[in-house]
């Protein structure tokens, strides 16, 4: 998987836990409700091979995000929510399961070399 934050110290994010392939949608709010972004993420099952399990055989997954609107703007600093909309298919089932997980993160705006 590529890392969408090239400094750290720029990005912030939850962590998710998975077991198995999974679609997650994330949408991002400020405080306000208003809509900042979205972004897809697909975890296929060569990815999960790919990965090392904990003792209970889940992925741990760091989502990160660069603070960026869709439009490419630096957020203002504040408390953002994020909801995660996660679809995983299960042979045994017709359709997916979906799971709906919110959290909230701060976000502290600096001002480095001139530049957000």
């Known amino acids: 998987m590529q890392s969408?934050?090239?400094?750290?110290?720029?990005?912030?994010?939850?962590r998710v836990y998975i077991n198995r392939p999974?679609?997650?949608?994330?949408?991002?709010?400020?405080?306000?409700?208003?809509?900042?972004m979205s972004r897809t993420v697909d975890i296929t099952q060569a990815d999960l091979a790919n990965m090392n399990p904990d003792q209970l055989d889940r992925i741990s997954i760091d989502l990160q995000w660069n603070h960026?609107?869709?439009?490419?703007?630096?957020v203002a600093g504040g408390v953002y929510i994020w909801r995660i909309v996660s679809y995983?298919?299960?042979?045994?089932?017709?359709?997916?399961?979906?799971?709906?997980?919110?959290?909230?993160?701060?976000?502290?705006?600096?001002?480095?070399?001139?530049?957000?």
């Open 88 to 116: 995983i298919r299960i042979n045994e089932r017709s359709a997916p399961i979906m799971q709906n997980q919110l959290f909230k993160l701060g976000v502290r705006a600096e001002l480095e070399d001139g530049f957000f």
């Open 68 to 74: 960026r609107t869709m439009q490419g703007n630096v």
């Open 4 to 14: 969408a934050c090239p400094d750290l110290r720029y990005c912030n994010g939850p």
């Open 22 to 36: 999974v679609r997650m949608i994330i949408y991002i709010y400020d405080n306000a409700g208003t809509f900042v």
